[in-house]
């Protein structure tokens, strides 16, 4: 299947900025969907944002909406997160996901199969 494998994550300060990128390798045919989601320390995974590679329309969650931007390049197979403004409440393990099928709640971790490792991002206070 699919292999996806995040990067770009670190310590920043509040206010900073960081760009997460997912990169999608093996068998990479026919997914409809690429999710940023993230966990922090002793909560549930939620939804950040996700694109639909069919249309290239997008959404966020209401937490990040206005900060966080995502974006693609086809050629590179790779999705990326542009965190700014970043908050001490942004701080967890940012995975990427990829859905095939139909969709219907992309923000809803239940709804897809592959992920990747996760990337930390620890934004200090």
């Known amino acids: 299947q699919v292999q996806l494998v995040e990067s770009g994550g670190g310590l920043v300060q509040p206010g900073g900025s960081l760009r997460l990128s997912c990169a999608a390798s093996?068998?990479?045919?026919?997914?409809?969907?690429i999710g940023w989601f993230r966990q922090a320390p002793g909560k549930e995974r939620e939804g950040v944002s996700y694109?639909?590679?069919?249309?290239?329309?997008?959404d966020y969650a209401d937490s990040v909406k206005g900060r966080f931007t995502i974006s693609r390049d086809n050629a590179k197979n790779t999705v990326y997160l542009q965190m700014n403004s970043l908050k001490p409440e942004d701080t967890a393990v940012y995975y990427c996901?990829?859905?095939?099928?139909?969709?219907?709640?992309?923000?809803?971790?239940?709804?897809?199969?592959?992920w990747g490792q996760g990337t930390q991002v620890t934004v200090s206070s």
């Open positions: 694109i639909r590679t069919n249309f290239g329309s997008t």
């Open positions: 093996g068998f990479t045919w026919g997914y409809n969907v």
């Open positions: 996901t990829a859905g095939y099928g139909v969709i219907r709640r992309p923000l809803f971790p239940g709804e897809y199969a592959y």
